[in-house]
């Protein structure tokens, strides 16, 4: 064919690049060098490449921390022209090595050369096509065994940090993979690999396997390797117990998690290749950290790498497969640090470890009708028996301690000989002061005989009725002749109701049978009459306190939402997402006691005080007629005593009376409705308000009957005009939160595709996800995230909702892995405010510095954008004030040096006055907050020196 001329060629004795065939050699001027290979020029119009490992025939000697300390040692810098000989053909384009008979244009193909001093004194003449060959190198041509001193080219990071591989210039077309669990031992060099494995530095290795199903060449050290990397672990000898290893996770459970160790046993006698050996780990809950957690696994993900300690090894018959246990436990990764008697949990490994009296903490294993065992350590368990598992009356024992409940013991009895341990799980002999509700209880051996107690009724049998003191853990029993005075045997379940509140004066204490024997007669409290006039005011005072207490939760409960709403997820990108957000609040603020009550329920809306005791007791408009008569004896009874007496305490009994009359003269506006007629009062004047309907479903939750709260909800979706969609709307989101708490599967996902029919689905399918989160179950949460995210894959708000769900449970690499999801299917016009809002999330509930790329980015597009910037600063004020409150005072007034470098920024880029004048208000009223006198000095300076630059 005809020859192509080459233009201007570096060697003059070149003329065509027909005539650069393997064994030519030439000269090439260096243009470049980039990462594992130099640029060159053969010509103007003919390219060259001359690769790392092209460079020296020994790079033994070489002390190099990059790929420029290589290419120096060889002689070869930018700008001269170097000796070469032709070694192939490279095509440009596909990046494949070509044949030298292959025909292509000189633009598209590189010229492959070498320099190392063998190849430049070799003589090609023989068998120039052998030499060529030999060079042609694919994943097919590599073979376990080979071994290769070659060069880093670079760190790939895998979708978790355990499939990280480091990347291996073997020769000029050929690259290794060398997973990190098999490069090293070192946790500091697994977990930062970029700072080890720098691209160009020499390392030697040797073939593992060939992967033909991923086409990869998979490597082990060999050699010298790297002199500063810790080489792996090479045999099951060096697994021991107390030996340090780093593990990948593949699989997490409630109470275990398992893990991967990787083994290099380098080759000898007939293994020519390096073996792999992959080792399963596993860690207990008891070995997960010093302190146990109810999810003691939950911070993990998979891929996870990990440092750990091995504390036990099994293997076996064959010895082929062995397991290892691991400790993740401070104490014992650095028991320098952390020493055995700082532990809140220690091992316990043995009945030796425990002593009588000691409180342990431990996982429940089993349960059953008879008690239940309790796992302390690996191969540890305690029994409790059912008389210790609480100091109250459980009528589920499965359900109140479920397997893997992470619970408080005493030991109580240990057997030594036999490695038994007797368990309590009563708070009263483990020594708690108060209940689970927070309040203060006394144990059975701190109650006197003779005094008053309040308490309410628990349980009601032929015999007597159980009443559980408010004060105390232990239940005590008022049998049938202790509850009235007349001769003949009364019915206690005529009497009273389970949940009533009643007086009860303590009549035996037995410690030794854990009894406490109680007494309900009215001679009981005759001779006490003033003292329970005071009494009754004290439960009135303690009633309202309550009352008020429970309202200021319920409105900084509302008050937080709001400003998670408005703060976390600012989204304001349609009215749809504005009423979202309304809806939102609405669900927080006024289905919260449906959703948070269990049977027996309050009534959920607190009217006064007689009505919260009253809907305390569950026994309704029944019960609080019975207690009014009551009040009404009790009130006789004192009137007679004090005409008799010196007459004290009428004031108190007048104006009692006076306030019972007018709470039943009242207007039925002025309280609470009380009957379910009052209720149908209210509809009829207000029959499209939710507030009202949701206080009719609150009133028969009350008194336990969910079928009639869904029957007045159904009422109220018929009721309420198609226009009032907020009110709808809240009704709908009552309606799934009493189907979650109290319903079924199947009634729940009923209700669920009715309101997506009739309501907006994206809103209904966000208000699910809420409740889902609130009741702690994040998968459904999270499945229900997605289904929003796939069906309304355009609107910004799921996306940014969902991050948020990702970020605040721990999630972080999925948050930010769904940004870049995000911004594929959301039109263009929302990407700077998805990426902003995500940019806020990380600064609030994330990384800082993380938001402070994002916010660097955007703005480096945007750079005139004032809304981003004016956000960004709050952000980093905000991140300043935290900081400022939690480190050193001599610390603290660094705390704003991001902010005020932030501000010198955004007041030295050009923008129009008014924006100016914007940001000097805000930077002056950030330095007043929390700078000084100089810095606010600086600012007036700045602005002064700006109003100056404007006139002139």
């Known amino acids: 064919g005809v020859k192509r001329a080459t233009v201007r060629p570096v060697d003059p004795a070149v003329n065509f690049f027909e005539d650069y065939v393997p064994g ?81 244009s000189p633009l598209k193909s590189v010229i492959d050369v070498t320099v190392r001093p063998s190849e430049l004194a070799a003589d090609w003449a023989s068998a120039p096509a052998d030499k060529s060959h030999s060079r042609v190198a694919s994943w097919k041509s590599a073979k376990p065994g080979d071994s290769f001193k070659g060069f880093v080219k ?88 107390g030996a340090r290893v780093i593990c990948s996770v593949f699989k997490t459970l409630a109470t275990a998690m398992f893990t991967e160790i990787e083994l290099v046993e380098p080759a000898s006698g007939t293994n020519k290749a390096p073996r792999t050996t992959h080792v399963h780990g596993s860690v207990d809950a008891f070995h997960a950290a010093d302190t146990l957690s109810a999810k003691p696994f939950a911070k993990y993900s998979v891929g996870q790498l990990l440092e750990a300690v091995v504390v036990w090894v099994s293997a076996d018959a064959k010895d082929e497969h062995i397991k290892v246990g691991l400790s993740l ?35 429940i294993k089993q349960t059953s009708e008879v008690g239940c065992f309790v796992g302390l350590g690996r191969n540890v368990a305690g029994r409790a028996l059912i008389s210790e598992l609480s100091d109250e009356y459980v009528r589920e024992v499965k359900t109140a301690f479920p397997s893997d409940k992470l619970v408080s013991a005493v030991v109580t009895e240990v057997n030594r000989e036999l490695n038994r341990i007797s368990l309590s799980l009563r708070p009263s002999r483990i020594g708690d002061t108060t209940g689970s509700d927070g309040a203060a209880k006394r144990r059975l051996d701190q109650i006197e005989v003779g005094e008053t107690l309040k308490g309410t009724i628990t349980r009601i049998e032929e ?25 003949t045997p009364v019915d206690p379940k005529a009497l009273y109701e389970v949940g009533d509140r009643v007086l009860a004066r303590v009549l035996k204490v037995d410690v030794a049978k854990d009894r406490l024997a109680l007494g309900l007669k009215a001679s009981y409290f005759a001779n006490a009459s003033d003292s329970e006039s005071g009494s009754d005011n004290e439960d009135e005072e303690m009633e309202s306190v309550e009352a008020s207490s429970d309202e200021a939760e319920e409105d900084a409960s509302e008050e937080e939402d709001e400003a998670a709403s408005n703060d976390d997820v600012d989204d304001d990108e349609d009215d749809d997402d504005a009423s979202a957000e309304s809806e939102s609040d609405t669900d927080e603020s006024d289905t919260s006691d449906l959703a948070e009550s269990a049977l027996p329920v309050p009534s959920g809306f607190q009217w006064g005080d007689d009505e919260v005791e009253s809907g305390n007791s569950g026994n309704g408009p029944t019960a609080a007629i019975r207690n009014a008569d009551s009040d009404s004896d009790e009130s006789s009874d004192e009137s007679s005593d004090e005409e008799a007496g010196n007459g004290k305490g009428k004031k108190g009994k007048r104006s009692k009376m006076e306030r019972i009359t007018q709470d039943v003269t009242a207007e039925l506006s002025e309280q609470a409705p009380t009957r379910t007629t009052d209720f149908e009062r209210l509809i009829v004047g207000s029959p499209n308000s939710s507030f009202v309907w949701l206080q009719f479903m609150a009133f028969y939750l009350g008194q336990s009957e969910v079928e009639q709260a869904r029957t007045i909800a159904e009422r109220a979706l018929k009721t309420i005009s198609p226009r009032e969609e907020q009110e709808k709307m809240n009704v709908w989101v009552a309606l799934l939160n009493l189907e979650h708490r109290f319903g079924t ?107 402070r790329t994002v916010f660097e980015g955007v703005l480096g597009t945007y750079p005139k954008r004032v809304d981003l910037w004016s956000v960004y600063l709050d952000m980093e004020i905000k991140v300043a004030t935290s900081s400022s409150q939690d480190a050193a005072s001599a610390l603290s007034e660094h705390c704003w040096d991001a902010a005020r470098k932030l501000f010198e920024r955004v007041t030295s880029m050009k923008h129009s006055s008014k924006k100016m004048k914007f940001f000097f208000k805000k930077w002056l009223a950030f330095e007043k907050a929390h700078g000084t006198d100089a810095s606010i000095e600086h600012v007036k300076q700045r602005a002064l020196e700006y109003v100056n630059s404007l006139s002139s």
């Open 24 to 104: 030519l050699t030439t000269v090439a001027k260096v243009m470049s060098i980039k990462g594992v290979q130099a640029n060159l020029d053969l010509a103007a119009n003919v390219k060259g490449r001359l690769h790392i490992t092209e460079l020296l025939d020994d790079v033994s000697g070489i002390v190099a921390k990059s790929s420029n300390d290589v290419f120096a040692a060889a002689g070869v810098r930018v700008g001269d022209r170097i000796q070469v000989k032709v070694i192939g053909l490279h095509d440009s384009k596909v990046y494949k090595f070509l044949p030298i008979t292959h025909r292509a």
């Open 745 to 851: 599967k199947e009634t729940l996902d009923g209700v669920l595709k009715r309101a997506i029919q009739f309501m907006n689905p994206k809103h209904i399918y966000l208000q699910m996800a809420k409740i889902y989160e609130r009741a702690d179950q994040f998968v459904e949460a999270e499945n229900m995230h997605k289904v929003a995210t796939s069906k309304f894959s355009g609107s910004c708000k799921v996306w940014v909702l969902f991050g948020l769900f990702y970020l605040k449970h721990g999630k972080v690499a999925e948050s930010r892995d769904l940004l870049a999801r995000a911004l594929q299917p959301l039109p263009k016009r929302k990407h700077i405010k998805a990426i902003t809002q995500f940019g806020q999330m990380e600064f609030k509930h994330g990384e800082p510095e993380r938001g």
């Open 329 to 363: 436990r401070p104490s014992v990764l650095d028991p320098a640090k952390f020493p055995p008697s700082g532990v809140a949990d220690p091992i316990i490994a043995s009945s030796a470890d425990v002593n009588v009296g000691q409180v342990v903490r431990g996982y």
């Open 463 to 487: 015999y007597g009725v159980f009443i559980k003191p408010d004060d105390s853990f232990v239940t005590g029993l008022c049998y049938i002749r202790e509850i009235a005075d007349s001769e």
């Open 154 to 241: 670079g760190v790939q990071e895998g979708k978790n940090k355990g499939k990280t591989v480091v990347l291996v210039s073997l020769n000029s077309s050929l690259v290794g993979h060398l997973p990190i669990l098999a490069a090293t031992s070192s946790f500091e060099t697994a977990s930062h690999p970029d700072r080890y494995f720098v691209p160009g530095r020499p390392i030697e290795v040797r073939v593992s396997m060939v992967d033909t199903k991923s086409k990869e060449v998979i490597l082990a050290p060999h050699g010298d390797y790297i002199s500063d990397v810790e080489l792996p672990i090479a045999s099951r000898a060096q697994l021991v117990p």
